[in-house]
């Protein structure tokens, strides 16, 4: 299908340090758990609420992975941009 997007953008705080793994073949994949937060007043009450969504994310990247690995640990704030893809377990 032409004219087809497929990009996400996730500004959000890491959950856990950086879990980075290696291949056989010496690659290697960086996994992250990000989260966002959403906060709005309930209109009947004006209480404050919050709701916090969890994003698995792995970087492939080789040159990319080492730089998570070395500088982002939990609770660093990451602005991540990629493309989604659904995996199943």
């Not at 856990?16 to 690659?27: A, K, L, Q």
């Not at 004006?46 to 970087?59: D, Y």
């Amino acid at each position: 299908m032409a004219g087809s997007v497929n990009k996400v953008i996730l500004v959000g705080n890491l959950g856990r340090d950086p879990e980075v793994r290696s291949f056989p073949n010496g690659g290697k994949v960086c996994n992250l758990r990000i989260a966002t937060s959403e906060t709005w007043r309930d209109r009947n009450t004006g209480e404050r609420k919050e709701r916090t969504e969890w994003h698995s994310v792995a970087i492939f990247n080789e040159n990319l992975a080492k730089i998570a690995e070395q500088y982002l640990k939990k609770g660093s704030k990451v602005y991540i941009e990629g493309q989604l893809e659904t995996r199943k377990w």
